[in-house]
């Protein structure tokens, strides 16, 4: 019975969204990464405990398309090059999360009233599942607040800050999507040091991942 229990629990586990995403065999590396932080993901459904991988092939655009995009242009690599990098290699030194523990699809009108909706628990349980995995959070050298400017955000924020993500190099950003390049451009461009150390972050992943 209780091993009938874990698997019905897998299982559920295997139908949510993960809670941090990485590039195919990134987990399996020890490079430092750049932890990107957007809102919500755009999905239905719930976001569970594990671990999981975002896929360019099914899902060419959209926030890890770009803010992968934003790493190619710092470190001054045509995107086309960038990912055919990531691609040969097998990783990515960018892992996605979230600020909310609950799925909207963007255009379906639920992102705010579920935003709002969200009570602070569930938000410290979410934000709890993700900071379970520091094999993978251990690396984060820079981490980027996406698109948190709203005052629903800020209990996300101020616990991430409160963790060992804190005292971590943070840039804030708009969100990732292509129009709000310019401005995330501008902001990166005001980021001195934090800049630098996005490009010491890529050159470490790839000699990590040199094939």
Same mark, same amino acid.
């Given at each position: 019975?209780?091993?009938?229990?874990?698997?019905?629990?897998?299982?559920?586990?295997?139908?949510?969204?993960?809670?941090?995403?990485?590039?195919?065999?990134?987990?399996?590396?020890?490079?430092?990464?750049?932890?990107?932080?957007?809102?919500?993901?755009?999905?239905?459904?719930?976001?569970?405990?594990?671990?999981?991988?975002?896929?360019?092939?099914?899902?060419?655009?959209?926030?890890?398309?770009?803010?992968?995009?934003?790493?190619?242009?710092?470190?001054?690599?045509?995107?086309?090059?960038?990912?055919?990098?990531?691609?040969?290699?097998?990783?990515?030194?960018?892992?996605?999360?979230?600020?909310?523990?609950?799925?909207?699809?963007?255009?379906?009108?639920?992102?705010?009233?579920?935003?709002?909706? *969200?009570?602070?628990?569930? &938000? %410290?349980?979410? /934000? @709890? #599942?993700?900071?379970?995995?520091?094999?993978?959070?251990?690396?984060?050298?820079?981490?980027?607040?996406?698109?948190?400017?709203?005052?629903?955000?800020?209990?996300?924020?101020?616990?991430?800050?409160?963790?060992?993500?804190?005292?971590?190099?943070?840039?804030?950003?708009?969100?990732?999507?292509? *129009?709000?390049?310019?401005? &995330? %451009?501008?902001? /990166? @461009? #005001?980021?001195?040091?934090?800049?630098?150390?996005?490009?010491?972050?890529?050159?470490?992943?790839?000699?990590?991942?040199?094939?």
């Amino acid at each position: 019975m209780a091993s009938e229990l874990k698997q019905k629990g897998a299982a559920q586990q295997m139908n949510l969204h993960p809670v941090l995403l990485v590039y195919q065999n990134t987990a399996a590396f020890s490079f430092p990464l750049i932890l990107a932080i957007g809102r919500e993901p755009n999905s239905s459904g719930a976001i569970g405990e594990l671990v999981g991988k975002y896929d360019w092939r099914r899902h060419p655009r959209g926030f890890w398309a770009t803010a992968n995009e934003v790493v190619a242009e710092t470190v001054r690599l045509e995107a086309r090059e960038y990912k055919s990098e990531c691609q040969r290699r097998n990783a990515s030194p960018v892992a996605i999360a979230n600020a909310m523990p609950r799925c909207a699809e963007e255009g379906s009108r639920q992102q705010s009233n579920r935003r709002s909706s *969200t009570t602070l628990d569930e &938000i %410290r349980q979410h /934000l @709890g #599942n993700l900071f379970k995995h520091t094999d993978i959070l251990n690396r984060v050298r820079c981490v980027w607040l996406c698109g948190l400017e709203a005052d629903v955000f800020g209990l996300s924020k101020r616990l991430l800050r409160e963790s060992f993500l804190g005292g971590l190099p943070t840039i804030c950003l708009r969100h990732m999507r292509n *129009t709000n390049r310019p401005k &995330i %451009r501008e902001a /990166l @461009g #005001n980021a001195g040091d934090e800049v630098a150390g996005i490009k010491e972050i890529f050159d470490a992943f790839k000699q990590a991942t040199e094939p």
